[in-house]
């Protein structure tokens, strides 16, 4: 059970918008601690997707967009590609844990 | 470009020790910057920080994974180490290897990654 909550399935249509959560706590998300996401396509290695909870690093498409509130964190995809169907995955930090953790997953299926 | 891939037995026996190598090519790892690091991933389930090493040899991990985890560089070869003993079925995974990108940071991230490697561990 990872102290970062992800819900385990997402789905949109090409080109529709979808967002998916990544919920925390105080003593990670709401201690301050940035929110990285990565994507993981079947049978790869994860590739970084967002960093520092809102930066896209250099080659990923601006279709992608994270934001951070108080004890949550969001990626929001919009112009859904079938390309974009993967895994995603959110991290951060626990104080509590004193280690770097990750959410269970999201499973983003393209209609 | 940086590359990174991972190398070692894909089959370890239950209570022996797990050792894998990651090779670093397309760049030093001598960066002031940055760590090398692991994480793992069990068939079909998530992902799980092992731990990070910097070229000066100083580590940080996982807690939960401390006491049985030796990580190693050898900038000679642009290599670093995971060593993992008394493996157990649950520590059978995919193992990636991957530039810990801020590694002093708490909240750094891991870009890029190895393929990875699975090492399944057998009774």
Known sequence: ?111 | HLQLQESGPGLVKSSETLSLTCTVSGGSMTSSTYYWGWVRQPPGKGLEWIGSVHYSGSTYCNPSLKSRVTISVDTSKNQFSLKLSSVTAADTAVYYCARDEMGIAADSWFDPWGQGTLVSVSS
């Not at chain 1, 992800?6 to 529709?16: E, F, H, M, N, R």
């Not at chain 1, 004890?71 to 390309?83: D, K, N």
């Open chain 1, 1 to 111: 059970q990872s102290v970062l909550t992800q819900p385990p399935s997402v789905s949109g249509a090409p080109g529709q918008r979808v967002t998916m959560s990544c919920t925390g706590s105080s003593s990670n998300i709401g201690a301050g601690y940035d929110v990285v996401w990565y994507q993981q396509l079947p049978g790869t290695a994860p590739k970084l997707l967002m960093y520092s909870s809102t930066n896209r690093p250099s080659g990923v498409p601006d279709r992608f967009s994270g934001s951070k509130s108080a004890t949550s964190a969001s990626l929001a995809i919009t112009g859904l590609q079938a390309e974009d169907e993967a895994d995603y995955y959110c991290q951060s930090y626990d104080t509590d844990i004193g280690s770097r953790v990750f959410g269970g997953g999201t499973k983003l299926t393209v209609l």
